[in-house]
């Protein structure tokens, strides 16, 4: 069964109708970015049509995203015309609290608190590698994106990129400048990034990886978010091939395994199926 339009959920009748052999390859929505994952029958559990799946193989893909019952639950938020967040689990942020778009503007508005990473890297790892480890490791992540207008001066920059907030997004083209972050009530933190080479014969430029945190709890944010870029970092940079998902259907009898439950795993609910997400 191969699904050409982006899920978040793997439909019960697909799996009843999955044979002992089957692969169901589908591009599934994990916490805000999208993966062509190719799920069988678990191993420990052979031709067990009541066991669960794992992904065989991942792969980076981009979909449009079905409607209704197996849409996700992302909200995009506009904070004010042009500048937006997404929230992968919808509007209620990860303490419980509804997002209020207001503030988060005005924490925006504020002076930063910086933090250096000491990382450095390619835009390819950024949006494919560091962007999932983020989605995986903190229920607090979300993506930013401020729209920019197409003028741009001598340099390629946008012409007033300095009044912008997301002036130093390390995914930017030249109508839209994108960053990953963790955001929780009181405040947010963004990635940030400075090219310190540039490309050369096929090879992406170098990135050096910063962090910045705005509102009350900026610090705290900016502290943690750095601590995920310098994770990611000593675990070698890890992108889509080595992540692995394993769906649990509520009719099956089947649990996570608590071996699986590291501190590195999360676990995502949805009404049918119930997915665990790590990095081997």
């Known amino acids: 069964m191969i699904a050409t339009v982006g899920v978040s959920d793997l439909a019960p009748a697909w799996l009843h109708q999955a044979g002992p052999g089957a692969?169901?390859?589908?591009?599934?929505?994990?916490?805000?970015?999208?993966?062509?994952?190719?799920?069988?029958r678990a191993r420990s559990a052979g031709a067990d049509a009541g066991g669960h799946w794992e992904s065989r193989s991942i792969a980076p893909c981009g979909f449009m995203r079905m409607r209704g019952s197996l849409a996700?639950?992302?909200?995009?938020?506009?904070?004010?015309?042009?500048?937006?967040?997404?929230?992968?689990?919808?509007?209620?942020?990860a303490d419980g609290r509804e997002v209020d778009g207001a503030a988060l503007a005005a924490f925006l508005d504020g002076p930063p608190a910086e933090f250096a990473t000491g990382v450095w890297t390619s835009f390819p790892q950024i949006f494919w590698g560091?962007?999932?480890?983020l989605a995986a490791g903190d229920r607090r992540?979300?993506?930013?994106?401020?729209?920019?207008?197409?003028?741009?001066?001598?340099?390629?920059?946008?012409?007033?990129?300095?009044?912008?907030?997301l002036a130093r997004a390390p995914l930017r083209?030249?109508?839209?400048?994108?960053?990953?972050?963790?955001l929780d009530s009181g405040g947010i933190a963004v990635l940030t990034a400075i090219q310190v080479t540039p490309a050369a014969?096929?090879?992406?430029?170098?990135?050096?990886?910063?962090?910045?945190?705005?509102?009350?709890?900026?610090?705290?944010?900016?502290?943690?978010?750095?601590?995920?870029?310098?994770a990611w970092d000593r675990a070698g940079q890890p992108g889509a091939a080595r992540l692995h998902l394993d769906a649990y259907p509520?009719?099956?009898?089947?649990?996570?395994?608590?071996?699986?439950?590291?501190?590195?795993?999360?676990?995502?609910?949805?009404?049918a199926t119930t997915f665990l997400v790590y990095h081997t």
């Open 250 to 271: 509520r009719s099956s009898p089947d649990e996570p395994a608590p071996a699986s439950q590291a501190s590195d795993a999360l676990l995502i609910e949805r009404p």
């Open 72 to 93: 996700g639950p992302e909200r995009t938020v506009v904070l004010q015309p042009g500048l937006s967040v997404m929230l992968p689990d919808g509007l209620t942020l």
């Open 201 to 230: 014969d096929g090879r992406p430029g170098q990135l050096a990886l910063d962090v910045a945190g705005f509102g009350p709890r900026g610090s705290e944010l900016g502290a943690a978010l750095a601590a995920h870029v310098r």
């Open 173 to 182: 083209s030249r109508g839209m400048l994108v960053t990953a972050g963790i």
């Open 130 to 133: 560091f962007g999932l480890w």
């Open 141 to 165: 992540s979300c993506g930013i994106a401020e729209e920019r207008p197409a003028e741009s001066g001598d340099s390629g920059e946008p012409s007033h990129a300095a009044a912008s907030r």
């Open 23 to 40: 692969r169901i390859v589908v591009p599934l929505d994990v916490r805000g970015s999208q993966l062509a994952v190719s799920f069988g």
